[in-house]
C-alpha cells in the first residue's frame, strides 16, 4: 500500500507534499518522489529508501511550483528502485501520475500502447496509466482521465498533473483509499486524513469510479460518464497532535500507552449498566434478526483476525450462535456456505484490507447481512457493508496493531453481551457484572502498563532468541497467536502460537535451552492444565516466561520470569493479558534495533491482494 498527496494553491506544492508524504510513510516507505508544475513543464524529484533520500535531493534541488503530486511507496510491480518511484510521466513529458492499487491488465494495455509507438522507461503498471491518460488526451484532460480509468482493471487511488491543463489537479479511486481536503484557495488530496490534517479538516471521501477536479477555488466530484456527483463535506474531530508522536519514541508505544483512553473511547456511551443494556444501533440488527441467527462468520486479516477469534468464545460462551473465524484470503476463495441466514463480521482497522474487502463482497453477493467492526471513519468497508461499528481507537499509525486490537477486542464483548441479552441467555445480574468489569479495565490496564520496568529485564534476557513459542489455552489462546505475531512481526524473531494442551502432540518437540516459551497462566478454568505444560516444557529445559495473576505464588516454583497482572473476569482476560505481550515484543524489537513503527517488508494497510 503506498501514500499519496497532492496540493494545488497558492503556496509552495513541494512543502505541503513532503510534510504529507512523512505523515504517510507509515503506508510504504521503499521509494518516493515529488512532481510540480513549473515553469511551464513538469519537474520531478525521486528518491530509492525512505523519504530522507527524496529530502536530500530536494535540498540540493528545491522543487518549485504551487501544484503538484507526491507519492511513497511500497513496491507491489517493479523492485524499489529510483526508475520504478513514482511519481510516472507519459511520452510527452505533459502528463504526471502517483498511483497507489494494481493495475491487473496493466500487461495488455502496455502491449497496447507499445504498439501504438509508445516508449516505457519502468517496469511499473503506473506509468502504463501514464501513457493510457496521454492516449486518450484530445484537448480535455479530465476526460482522458476518465477515459483511461475506464479501461482500467484492478484498485487505483491516482493523482494527474499536467501542463494541459496547469491550474487542475485530478484525482480518481477505486478500491484504494483517496480523500479530498478543502483548504482557504488551496485544495488537497492524500491517501490517509493524517496527511492533511494540519492544513484543514474538512474532508471529502471518494468512493469507488468517482474522480475529483481540483482547482485553487474548490473540487467537483464526477463519475466516470462525466456526472457531477453531490458529496457530503466531512469535518475531521482528530487533532494534528493526536496524529503525532505525543512525546513518545514510537507511535506503537504512544499507542500502546493510549488503551486505556481507547477502551473508555469504544465502549462510549454504548453500555447502562443499571438498565443491563448495550446499546449498537449502529449495527442494524433487531432482537429478532439475532434470536435468529443460525451461524455467525468473523473474517478479517492478521491482527484483526486474532481479535476475531477471541470473539468467537466470546460471542459462543455468552449468546450460544455457533461462530466460524475465518482469513479473508481463505474465506473469498473457498465457495463459503453462505446464505441470508448468516451473519457475516468483517474486522478491519483501516476499511481498506483488500482481502477483507473482497470478502465482505462475496459475503453479501451470497446474500449475507454483514456487519463491519472499523476504525476508519468512512473507510471502504465501513462503506460498504450493511450495518458499522466504529472502535473509536483513533488513528493508529504503528504498522504493529495494538490499540486497534484492544478496541476490536472491546467491540467484540459488547456484541455478545448484547447477542446474550437479546437471546435471554445473559440475564441482569451478569449484565451488570460484565458491564461494570469493562468499566474497571482502563484502570487495569494502566497497572499492567506500570510493570514495564520488568517487562524490560526480560526483554534484555531473550531478545537474541531465534525462535520463541507462544502458549495459550482457552479464550488466552488467540491471545498467544496475536503476542506471536507482535513479535515476529517488529522483531523479526520466529514465533509461533499453540493451544498449550497441544504441546503434546508434535511442539514439545521444539524445546530446549535456547527456546523461551511464553506462557498465558493466568487464573482460568484450565490453570492447572497450563501449570502441567508449564512443568512439561520445564522438564526439557526450556525457559518458561509466565503470564499470570497478581498474587500467584505457586509459578514461582517453576520460574522467575514472571510477567503478573490483575485479576479480571475470564472472558476479559485478553484485553489485559495482550498488554504486556506488545510491550514485550516492543522492548525486544527494540533491543534488536528493527525499525518499530516501519517494519521490513510490512505496511500499514495491505490495500492489494
Ligand atoms: C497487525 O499488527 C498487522 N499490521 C496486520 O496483520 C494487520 O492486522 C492486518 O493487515 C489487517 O489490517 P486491517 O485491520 O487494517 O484490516
Redesign the pocket.
Known sequence: MCGIVGYIGSGEATEYIFDGLKRLEYRGYDSAGIATITNGGIDRRRGEGKLVNLEKKLREQPLAGSVGIGHTRWATHGRPTEFNAHPHTDGSGKISVVHNGIIENYMPLKEELIEKGHRFVSQTDTEVLAHLIEDEFKDDLEAAVRAALKRVEGAYAIGVISTHDPDTLIAGRKSSPLILGLGDNENFIASDVPAILPHTRKIIYLDDEEIAVLTRSGATVKDLGGNTVDKKVETIEWNPVLAEKGGYDHFMLKEIFEQPQVIRNTIGGRTDEEHAKIYLEEMGLSVEDVKKLKHIYIV?????YYSGCVGKYMIEQLARVQVEVDFASEFRYRNPIVDESTLVIV???????AD?LAALREAKKRGARVIGIVNVKGSSIAREVDGVLYIHAGPEIG???TK?YMAMLIALILIAIQFGRMRELVDVPEARRLIRELKRLPRLIERTLADVGNIQEIAETFFEARDFLYLGRGVNFPTAMEGA??LK?ISYIHAEAYAAGEMKHGPIALIDRNMPVLCIATKSATYDKVLSNIQEVKAREGNVIALVTDGDEEILKFTRDVISVPETEEILSPIVNVVPMQLLAYYIALRRGSDVDQPRN?A???TVE
Do not use: N, R
Open positions: 478479517a486479516c492478521g491482527t484483526a474486522i478491519s482497522q483501516s476499511g481498506e484490507t477483507t504498522v504493529a496493531s486497534a505475531l507482535k512481526e510490512l500499514k494497510s495491505v
